[in-house]
């Protein structure tokens, strides 16, 4: 009677708490009919999972991101690739690969002839006799200078992309290594997008300056995987040019031939990298796939979920906006099945909001609801790949800011990376509080010192304004958890700029070091508690999960 009466009424205090406990000894607070007559209020909530069998596998470079093309636009701000602070940030997120893309890959023209600039001849300078990716270092008086600069060329680079008047600008062989460098000194796997919009009289692609990138990277013995085009679907908006998808599929077999014949012939070729699967984007998706689809090893696209010009905070709270990715994701799954069935499917480049993000969200706490969502319905409809837009650049959906201090996405991507293994799970909230209480699961991570196979990592984000008691499956039951729980820190809430993680706000050690992911073990039995407007991760330990052994 005494459990049924709680039931009915809130959770008792803390002093009868532990009455009960006292009573009831250790074992008899642990089993599963006390814990439930201490939460089971109207926030406590039932999780089903299906642990037999992995639903799908990712790569263990799921999350990815990118460097947009634009930065390239004036190559004297490349040079910022070289901080050592950038490149632990990035070194934290490896394996993934870096895409160099975006609007921008179609106006840049690769010139072997350009001189690099003096704040890259600086740069290089400073590394003779270095050991670059040890010691390499922008001297202090250049990134000074570039830093003051930034602001003006970020304004100039939005500006462009919002009047969509874009000009041709040539790159160096300079700008080329120094990209490089970043991505191999970071540990990352670079893509290179080529420029699709350089035609011959009749409309065939025109793949003479392609050639010449590409026999100076393998003049440089680089490992490089390539693109060609970004958005092909809006080179009549931006250029005047209109490309179907089987002219499309043609350019990308003579890419193919192209690198078949030179250092890169086994090296990987993702495309289109169209945008939304609406109206004549998917005709042209369809019409690629059965001309060229053959010669590519992705399928690659692009989605973003608002107009960062006009989305508001509470588009970014709310669950019907995220659930908006559905549905595109089984439209190109359509498309792809029809045409190149069990060809690999990327996110080849998305965010939040899309002209450069939204100001003061898409760089906050908030924009964490959609970016970890993102990824779990994504693992769990079978993307293999996301890039994230973008790591570091123009515009307010950067993971790492213009002063290279790392922003709230870039902390919940680190956690990401250590805790959330490749097998994808199934993962259920039984009852009425699915779409602001989202929950996703997934084998652990093994290559974490602290967990090993059979671990478990569930995933959860509580767009409710109150606390959400999660309650684990009942054969989980008894098992040690532990918890890493996010919230903003400081007094913008929400719309904070850093994080905290289990009550610690997160910031470097230094700048070469990342600071220790604490995690605060539960005690078993315990409900997994996820306070209003917050998102965590819960390591379900010694869970013998049979997908994960």
């Known amino acids: 009677m005494l459990l049924l009466g709680l039931r009915l009424r809130p959770p008792p205090p803390p002093r009868l708490r532990l009455l009960l406990l006292l009573l009831l000894g250790p074992l008899g607070a642990f089993s599963r009919g006390v814990l439930v007559g201490l939460a089971q209020t109207e926030d406590a909530v039932e999780l089903d999972f299906s642990t037999e069998q992995p639903v799908h596998q990712m790569s263990p470079a799921f999350l990815s991101f990118t460097i947009d093309a634009n930065l390239a636009t ?13 490149r632990t940030l990035a070194r934290g997120l490896s394996p993934a ?20 600039s003096m704040e890259e001849r600086s740069y290089w300078q ?19 200078r570039l830093q003051l600069e930034w602001p003006f060329q970020e304004q100039l680079l939005l500006r462009e992309q919002h009047y969509k008047k874009f000009k041709n600008s040539t790159y160096s062989r300079s700008s080329v290594d120094i990209l490089y460098t970043f991505a191999s000194c970071s540990g990352l796997d670079l893509i290179f997008g080529l420029n699709a919009l350089l035609r011959t009289a009749d409309l065939q692609w025109n793949s003479s300056n392609a050639k010449l990138l590409l026999d100076y990277c393998s003049y440089k013995s680089y490992n490089i995987s390539w693109e060609l085009g970004n958005e ?55 019409n690629f796939l059965k001309a060229g689809g053959e010669v590519i090893d992705s399928v690659t696209w692009h989605h973003y979920y608002l107009n960062g010009r006009t989305a508001t905070k509470e588009d970014f709270l709310n669950p019907d906006v995220l659930d908006t990715f ?9 498309v792809v099945e ?25 760089n906050t706490f908030a924009a964490g609801f959609m970016w970890l969502d993102k990824l779990g319905l994504s693992a769990r409809m079978g993307i293999e790949v996301v890039m994230r837009q973008v790591f570091f650049g123009a515009g307010n959906y950067h993971l790492v800011d213009e002063n290279f201090e790392p922003l709230p996405d870039y902390w919940l991507s680190l956690l ?9 799970l199934m993962a259920s909230v039984k009852g009425r509080a699915r779409s602001k209480l989202r929950v996703y699961l997934h084998c652990t991570n093994i290559n974490h010192p602290r967990y090993k196979k059979g671990d478990l990592t569930l995933y959860a984000l509580n767009l409710h304004n109150v606390t959400k008691h999660l309650q684990l499956p009942h054969y989980l039951f008894d098992k040690a958890v532990d918890r890493y729980l996010v919230k903003p820190s400081g007094p913008d809430g929400l719309f904070s700029k850093s994080v905290q993680l289990n009550d610690r706000t997160l910031k470097m050690v230094d700048d070469q070091t990342l600071p220790t992911l604490t995690e605060k073990p539960l005690s078993p039995g315990s409900p997994l508690s996820l306070p209003a407007f917050s998102y965590g991760f819960f390591v379900i330990r010694n869970a013998r999960a049979a997908a994960c052994l």
Request: glycine share 10%; net charge positive; proline share 7%.
């Open 74 to 86: 004036d190559p004297r701000f490349l040079t910022f690739l070289g901080s050592p602070k950038l």
């Open 326 to 334: 559905i549905s595109p994701v089984q439209k190109v799954f359509q």
């Open 338 to 362: 029809k045409t190149r069935p069990h060809k690999k499917v990327w996110l080849g480049e998305t965010s939040s909001a899309y002209a450069g993000g939204a100001p003061l969200l898409s």
């Open 416 to 424: 990401f990376k250590k805790l959330v293994g490749t097998n994808v």
């Open 232 to 286: 092909p679907n809006s080179f009549q908006k931006k250029a005047g040019i209109f490309i179907d998808g089987l002219q499309l599929g043609e350019d990308f077999i003579k890419l193919h031939k192209l690198l078949g014949k030179s250092a890169f012939k086994n090296e990987k070729l993702y495309g289109p990298d169209v945008g939304q699967p609406r109206g004549k984007t998917v005709k042209m998706l369809r």
């Open 97 to 116: 690969f870096l895409r160099f893309g975006g609007t921008m890959t179609d106006f840049l023209i690769f010139d072997p002839k350009k001189e690099p």
């Open 126 to 144: 400073s590394q003779l006799n270095q050991d670059i990716c040890k010691s390499g270092f922008i001297p202090t008086d250049v990134e000074r």
